[in-house]
């Protein structure tokens, strides 16, 4: 990936950047953004205002320049020094810096952070001189339901991870951001396209847990799945008392499963932190709309965010109307006829803001426990 690639060039270059293209590249972002470890609460009042990432714009630095600094949409510049690389292909190599790889990359892992999907603007500016190479298109997202809070980026914790993104197994690098990716498109099309969105909420974990857990091992007998496998192999085993070869049987019929269901939900129970059941959602402090879920349910739920996903994968069925609940204050009359129908009810697909703050929460502990741990290193 391009940003823990340059991100490591930066790192060798030392201070000085020696041999960095000095580049800008601008986003749009909904939600007032700003450095908390440099800015108190009253920000608005502070020259220090015009930072959400403070830095010397030789790093990955986030400049404020909308005036004032909290008018929304803010716009945020993106400055940075950009190495140049070669790449070669059959027909031909191409060489210069990969701008827009690095600030897309680096724009997807601020909006994990910070839980707003930032709109690319493109780059302004290369080398000390003004560009325009033309402006992305903002997705359309209509207005939330509620305020949407400023997020303070801690930009310390964010230069801890990108360290740790430059020093960690290419795999690790590469698998962090395709899920940082997906959760920034899920963001982006929920106002419109909720049920694609949520997919791609869980293509985010699901990617990221294939990874992680790769090399997981599973006990035939003890996979639910195979229930009914099990049972007939049993009758085979009786007519055929041959150990090795009913053994080599399940054997290959393991080794032909992904268990990407088994493999999603261990990896949320991993890296699941415990504020994501004390403390209260900052973008969603008055519920989901929905009845509440309880920890100890928590798989039984998992299940069925994951019998939705694979319903709309394999057959075209799109999710329950009732998820779309929160997502804006533009509420369809079928999505708060099926809320309604809810009331009592335990067998529900959780909403996509209960299950976006789920996926937020776990990729984020993934950069602080995984990633960010080989900073170090």
């Known amino acids: 990936m391009a940003l823990a690639w340059n991100t490591r060039q930066l790192i060798l270059s030392g201070s000085t950047g020696s041999g960095a293209t000095p580049v800008e590249f601008h986003f749009l972002s909904r939600r007032e953004l700003y450095d908390s470890t440099i800015i108190s609460a009253d920000r608005h009042h502070s020259s220090a205002g015009e930072w959400a990432v403070h830095g010397d714009h030789h790093w990955y630095s986030v400049a404020v320049v909308t005036r004032p600094v909290y008018l929304l949409p803010q716009e945020l510049c993106l400055s940075f020094g950009c190495f140049s690389r070669t790449e070669t292909f059959k027909i031909g190599s191409s060489s210069g810096p990969p701008i827009d790889d690095v600030a897309l990359e680096f724009g997807s892992l601020l909006s994990l952070l910070v839980r707003e999907p930032l709109v690319p603007l493109g780059t302004r500016r290369i080398d000390g001189k003004p560009f325009n190479f033309g402006t992305y298109r903002e997705v359309y997202r209509p207005p939330p339901p509620h305020p949407i809070p400023a997020k303070g980026v801690n930009s310390d914790e964010l230069r801890t991870i990108l360290y740790g993104l430059a020093n960690s197994d290419e795999k690790d690098s ?29 293509s985010a974990i699901e990617s990221l847990a294939g990874h992680h857990l790769k090399d997981e091992s599973y006990d035939f007998d003890e996979v639910e799945k195979f229930k009914k496998a099990g049972a007939v192999i049993e009758q085979i085993s009786a007519l055929m008392p041959d150990e090795g070869l009913i053994e080599n049987l399940k054997a290959a019929i393991l080794e032909e499963e992904f268990f990407v269901w088994q493999k999603f939900r261990r990896f949320i129970e991993q890296f699941l932190p415990e504020e994501f059941w004390v403390q209260t959602d900052e973008l969603h402090a008055d519920g989901y709309g929905a009845p509440p879920i309880e920890k100890q349910a928590l798989r039984r739920f998992l299940g069925k965010v994951y019998g939705a996903r694979s319903e709309f994968a394999h057959a075209g069925t799109p999710f329950p109307a009732h998820v ?24 529900f697909v959780p909403v996509f803001v209960w299950f976006e703050r789920l996926t937020h929460l776990v990729l984020r502990e993934y950069l602080l426990r995984v990633i960010a741990a080989q900073a170090d290193t």
């Open 174 to 202: 590469t698998a962090i951001l395709a899920a940082a990716k997906l959760y920034h498109a899920a963001l982006s099309l929920s106002g419109y396209d909720v049920s694609t969105a949520y997919f791609l909420l869980v």
């Open 324 to 347: 779309e609940l929160g997502i804006s204050d533009r509420v369809r009359v079928r999505a708060s006829m099926e809320a309604a129908s809810l009331i009592g009810s335990t067998r």
